[in-house]
């Protein structure tokens, strides 16, 4: 492949569009509620109809929209025409019936009202538009042209500096700074290196990481590909967990494709730069996302993280130097190589630069994907874009950051969303999950429920995280039962604060915080269900001490 | 090699360069506890035990994995460490059935002797009872995972001293054992040599002769020492 070819590959494929184009969502949110029997439908009317010289059904990924699945929206000359909701097999052809100018049966809803409006595509550029399935509609739309700009334009070194200059920080949660992850690996010598793509998102209630790869895993291979040539990497892995068989056919179709169009393999672009992608595949573990405990994993050892340092970018995979991100951090490289660095930067806050994807879910209206810019707040995301509580209900808090986040109550939502505001508010940002609550939503539950997560997801080798969960998950249940008084609360904050600074990894380590964080904002609720200590209340104090044997 | 020199609470130590910081403390007379860390094989840092205060680290470090540096300032017995070790080893005890007075360990227990030296008298939280099996099925050997810690002494050993291969570890979380083979009786493996190292190296009385009663169960860790140390020190050569 040289860049003729390339731009050859992108005419083509835009002369070959079609008047009328319908866009059906084959993501699995929509997949899950039949969108392949709307697809087929669709298509089966284009053909009955005769329009299929006008009219193109194409296969998309994520509309966003997920919880008004599956939908389909109409395209004309370019602009959208409609967006169309709860699409089902048998009212699918009377979306071809409105073309003509007769009456859709289907819901329509406004395609600029705020959920869709206040979003900012970078991520998610060509999520819902191109193709997921063949890699000339990832062309089209300009992809690989930034990794041959990179390899033919740009040394390493500078590809590196661009990645600094952008400010780009990791979004698998912790927020590391991505060029001096890249930095590291590129100076470390090694006489093989490494890069893996981390896509083993696994907190409850995240779907965004699944959602890029089924909506545009070229984007992912393409970023992955510009890393390696910027650290000098010749192989590289996608740790993708099980539970996605989409996501991994979908991968595993596009690595395929890369490879037959050269993109993938030795002599990309007809340069020295030689580059493989494997895909390994989770087995169900949560822990496997530490990027320690994924590293052991791939290479076929039991999932378990070892202390840092030394770091994978000087130590990683066989003892190699590794440079290890998220998807979403390797899915906005190559608009960063394409729209330069200065621009990434312009975009966010002071120290967050971009833009976050987050999954809304909960008790919200509007449940689905976004993508905003750095600093948008809590409260646009959640009462504008969210469209608020369901009917009846209030909103009570807003949980990010999954297992090893916090609950972040209402009287906060005025706060932007970056790594620094939320952390001070004692949660993370995490991958981007993002659970709504409303006033029926107990704390002591939710700590409860993700202390049961953490309990059934340490790996067990370190004591803090392998015991400490159990035990704190008893002390919160006992509570939430009402059998608890005020020492087993302090023995639980007591415990929380020991797990937080003696845990072997991130697991462990944040795994107390939904439970400090309620604690931190709705203390009132732990209280109100303390019995009083007296004596003769000894059914709440059983279990509280025991003599060594 | 170079030597590097730290303070160890407030004292001016050397020690040689890439010993790590339990090793240094432990030439300078300075006992830090540990139950996962065994001489001759390598460190996993995951009893927690050993954690020390290293000044600008903002957490703190296991002092089995930490390698020395110039200048370090390390602290290993301040009061925030005292109680996470003993809280560690509350967890410890709760977790599964550790009844010292019928155990075969009793008197040579490294968790009971840490316990004591800590002064680990009450176990505050919620004992679990977990019911764990006992395998006998060894012709030597006996393994009662009431009393195992997890501390993976065994595994290490049988894979990188012995090389067999036979320990591991199923399972997660609570539910974490150590197994031999794919989760066989011992008495069935085929790759147990019968060394009998894991049952040296065991730090609680998980790992015992059969035939031994309580209290009856001491290890002779020299053995283990010299097997790791004897190509080295070319103690395998005939010498006359």
């Known amino acids: ?549 | 090699m170079a030597a590097k020199t730290l303070t160890i609470n407030g004292r001016q130590i050397s020690a040689a360069e890439g010993s790590t910081v339990l090793k240094a403390a432990e030439e300078a007379g300075v006992e830090i506890p540990s139950l996962c860390h065994l001489d001759g094989v390598y460190d996993v840092g995951a009893c927690r035990l050993c954690l020390v205060e290293v000044k600008g680290a903002s957490r703190l470090l296991p002092a089995c994995t930490t390698v020395i540096s110039e200048g370090m300032e390390v602290q290993t017995g301040t009061e925030r460490l005292i109680k996470y070790r003993r809280m560690t080893l509350e967890l410890l005890f709760a977790e599964r059935n550790h009844v010292c007075s019928v155990c075969v360990a009793d008197g040579h227990c490294e968790l009971q002797t840490l316990a004591y030296s800590l002064g680990m008298d009450h176990v505050r939280f919620d004992y679990l009872f977990p019911k764990w099996d006992v395998d006998n099925t060894h012709s030597l050997f006996g393994m009662d995972h009431n009393r195992c810690i997890l501390c993976t002494r065994c595994v290490r050993v049988c894979w990188h001293i012995e090389g067999a291969g036979t320990k591991n570890v199923s399972g997660r979380g609570g539910q974490s054992k150590i197994i031999t083979d794919l989760n066989a009786a011992w008495g069935k493996s085929d790759s147990c040599t019968s060394c009998g190292k894991c049952v040296q190296s065991c730090p609680t009385g998980a790992l015992f002769y059969k035939g031994s009663t309580v209290g009856e169960m001491v290890r002779d860790r020299s053995k283990l020492e010299f097997i790791v140390n004897a190509r080295e020190k070319k103690l395998w050569v005939y010498q006359d």
């Open chain 1, 1 to 549: 492949m040289i860049l003729g070819e390339l731009n050859q590959l992108r005419d083509r494929e835009i002369q070959s569009r079609k008047k009328i184009t319908l866009r059906c969502c084959m993501a699995a949110g929509c997949v899950s509620s039949n969108s392949k029997g709307v697809f087929e439908a669709l298509q089966k009317a284009v053909a009955e109809s005769g329009l299929g010289n006008e009219v193109e059904v194409r296969g998309v990924g994520c509309m966003r929209l997920c919880c008004e699945g599956p939908l389909v929206s109409v395209n004309q000359d370019g602009a959208e025409d409609s967006l169309h909701v709860r699409v089902t097999s048998e009212n699918a052809a009377s979306i071809l019936a409105y073309l003509k100018g007769g009456k859709a049966r289907t819901t329509r809803v406004d395609a600029g009202m705020p959920f869709f409006k206040k979003q900012m595509s970078i991520v998610l550029s060509n999520s819902g538009i191109i193709d997921p399935e063949r890699i000339e509609s990832y062309i089209a739309v300009g992809g690989y042209s930034a990794l041959h700009e990179a390899l033919h334009e740009m040394t390493p070194a500078e590809v590196v500096s661009m990645m600094v200059q952008s400010g780009l920080r990791g979004r698998g949660g912790a927020g590391f700074p991505t060029g001096l992850k890249w930095d590291t690996v590129a100076k470390s010598p090694g006489v093989a290196k490494y890069v893996i793509c981390n896509a083993d998102e696994g907190d409850p209630g995240a779907f965004m990481d699944r959602s890029v790869l089924e909506s545009d895993p070229h984007r992912v291979l393409e970023g992955m590909s510009i890393a390696a040539y910027a650290v000098g990497a010749s192989q590289g892995f996608i740790y993708v967990r099980a539970e996605y068989p989409l996501a991994i056919a979908r991968l595993q179709q596009a690595i395929k494709q890369s490879k037959q169009f050269g993109l993938l393999g030795a002599g990309i672009f007809d340069s020295q730069f030689c580059f493989n992608i494997d895909i390994r595949i989770g087995a169900g573990a949560f822990v496997c996302g530490e990027e320690t405990a994924l590293m052991a994993s791939v290479e076929g050892k039991r999932g378990t993280p070892r202390p840092r340092p030394p770091f994978p970018a000087e130590s990683g995979l066989w003892g190699y130097p590794t440079l290890i991100n998220n998807v979403e951090t390797f899915a906005n490289v190559a608009p960063i190589c394409r729209h330069g660095a200065a621009w990434f930067a312009s975009i966010g806050t002071a120290r967050s630069k971009g833009t976050k994807v987050f999954a809304l879910a909960g008790k919200i209206k509007n449940t689905g994907l976004i993508e905003v810019p750095m600093g948008t707040t809590l409260r646009t995301i959640v009462e504008d874009m969210g469209g608020g509580a369901p009917e009846g209900g209030r909103i009570k808090a807003v949980q990010t950051g999954g297992p090893s986040g916090g609950c972040i109550p209402v009287e906060h939502l005025d706060t932007p969303v970056d790594y620094d505001s939320l952390s001070q508010l004692g949660s993370i940002m995490g991958s981007g999950g993002m659970i709504v609550m409303d006033d029926g939503t107990s704390m002591v539950e939710i700590a409860r429920y993700f202390m049961e997560f953490c309990m059934d997801e340490s790996c067990g080798k370190c004591i803090p995280c392998r015991a400490g969960t159990v035990q704190m998950h008893r002390l919160l249940d006992r509570i939430a039962r009402g059998q608890a008084t005020a020492a087993h609360l302090a023995r639980l904050e007591e415990l929380c604060e020991m797990v937080k600074s003696t845990s072997l990894c991130g697991l462990g380590q944040t795994a107390p915080n939904p439970t400090l964080s309620t604690l931190r904002f709705f203390r009132g609720e732990y209280e109100a269900l303390l019995q009083p200590e007296m004596p003769g209340n000894e059914e709440c104090l059983a279990g509280v001490s025991g003599q060594v044997s």
